[in-house]
T-cell receptor, first 112, second 113 residues
Framework: DSGVTQTPKHLITATGQRVTLRCSPR?????VYWYQQSLDQGLQFLIQ???????AKGNILERFSAQQFPDLHSELNLSSLELGDSALYFC???????????FGEGSRLTVL | GENVEQHPSTLSVQEGDSAVIKCTYS??????FPWYKQELGKGPQLIID?????GEKKDQRIAVTLNKTAKHFSLHITETQPEDSAVYFC????????????FGKGTRLSVIA
């Protein structure tokens, strides 16, 4: 158990809908990262927050947004969903702004 | 930005044999190279990492080597066991706060008993 909690574990929705994925980092970790894992695409970095502030942005679509709250949990919002958004979404946390990442077990999103 | 290439994409070995996975990176400023193991239904977990001031690092049956001149690094697993079967990811980063890890596309390792 990495100590990172992600909910929901599975989510099935329709095209055009909006979903919110939630992540609770390890106790004491200030950084939260979101990664997307699709078949044959490995782990694609989406966005990083550190102590409530956005630190780095990767290949995150404009339809996606995220935030980190004062209690350090984070949410990833995916809107106007398309079939191609079906993937595993991982949250990871680290103590500082870099270093070892601890991953949650992921949220599997299926868009029908 | 950084780009990490990983080979092979799949690898099958007999139990007890060695397995080698290779990665290349593009950004010469990268100085942190971790390897993650992802078991079925789980998130990736760090198994070993190396920094640019070290050429090789070992931890029991696993070792990582780094060639900064050639910009490549490799994972070596000796005396493979069925529980080594998983997807392995290499990654690279500059190691500063706003340059998160860039991952390779992964290698699916199957250890055949």
């Amino acid at each position: 158990d990495s100590g990172v909690t992600q909910t929901p574990k599975h989510l099935i929705t329709a095209t055009g809908q909006r979903v919110t994925l939630r992540c609770s980092p390890r106790s004491g970790d200030l950084s939260v990262y979101w990664y997307q894992q699709s078949l044959d695409q490995g782990l694609q970095f989406l966005i990083q927050y550190y102590n409530g502030e956005e630190r780095a942005k990767g290949n995150i679509l404009e339809r996606f947004s995220a935030q980190q709250f004062p209690d350090l949990h984070s949410e990833l919002n995916l809107s106007s969903l398309e079939l191609g958004d079906s993937a595993l979404y991982f949250c990871a946390s680290s103590a500082g702004e870099a270093g070892e990442l601890f991953f949650g077990e992921g949220s599997r999103l299926t868009v029908l | 930005g950084e780009n990490v290439e990983q080979h092979p994409s799949t690898l099958s070995v007999q139990e007890g044999d060695s397995a080698v996975i290779k990665c290349t990176y593009s950004d010469s400023a990268s100085n942190y190279f971790p390897w993650y193991k992802q078991e079925l239904g789980k998130g990736p977990q760090l198994i070993i990492d190396i920094r640019s001031n070290v050429g090789e690092k070992k931890d029991q049956r696993i070792a990582v080597t780094l060639n900064k001149t050639a910009k490549h690094f490799s994972l070596h697993i000796t005396e493979t066991q069925p529980e080594d079967s998983a997807v392995y990811f290499c990654a690279a980063s500059i190691g500063s706060g706003n340059t998160p890890l860039v991952f390779g596309k992964g290698t699916r390792l199957s250890v055949i008993a």
